[in-house]
């Protein structure tokens, strides 16, 4: 089966492209002089190279769909669990592992946060982009350390929670993502 582009893993397949010193570059996806450290919800898709099925492979028992996890699909469930021991400022709120990605909604807390920094490129830390690039490197270290054969898409994609209403659709449609899986023709 063809694999399908997703909107949820390519903020656009149709970004338009600028030039930077001479060279086409893809336009961000970030949201234009938003704080990506600020206090708040972020939900974030990640997806792996080529949408390959390096997470499992999704299962149904009883009337129940999970992912049956292969070895650096466990590694990646615990690694992002483990984010606030590096990050104390973010918690984890709902998330799913699935074969070719992962969904999940970060939760920044930093109560003394009182400046605005507009996101922007160049050295970044305690912010959305640190918390990820951090997460995404670690896995592929440990994949590499262990001859597991794995890669990443570069980016990600990222969503500003606004509200009660949007962050519970959110959790709704990461709990559901199992089920609606064999369901669709798409992969994510």
């Known amino acids: 089966m063809k694999n399908k582009i997703n909107p949820c893993c390519v ?3 149709i970004e338009q492209t600028v030039k930077f010193r001479q060279k086409y570059k893809i336009a961000t996806s970030r949201l234009t002089g938003y704080d990506y450290g600020s206090n708040g919800f972020y939900y974030v898709t990640i997806c ?3 949408m390959i099925h390096f997470f499992g492979k999704i299962v149904e ?3 129940c769909a999970s992912l049956q996890k292969t070895q650096i699909g466990q590694i990646s469930e615990d690694y992002w669990q483990r984010i606030p021991m590096h990050y104390p400022f973010v918690e984890v709120d709902e998330f799913i592992i699935m074969p070719n990605h992962i969904h999940g909604i970060l939760f920044f807390n930093l109560p003394e946060k009182k400046d605005w920094i507009f996101n922007q490129f160049g050295k970044q830390s305690q912010n959305l982009g640190s918390v990820i690039r951090a997460f995404k490197s670690s896995v592929k270290r440990y994949a590499n350390q262990n001859h ?3 890669s990443w898409q570069p980016r990600f994609y ?3 929670i606004r509200n009660n209403t949007e962050l519970n659709t959110v ?3 990461i709990i559901d993502n199992p089920t609606r899986w064999g369901k669709t023709n ?3």
């Open 48 to 50: 792996t190279n080529k």
């Open 158 to 160: 990222d969503r500003i």
């Open 171 to 173: 959790r709704q449609y």
């Open 61 to 63: 028992t009883h009337n």
């Open 11 to 13: 903020k656009q397949e």
């Open 186 to 188: 798409m992969d994510v």
């Open 148 to 150: 597991i054969e794995f």
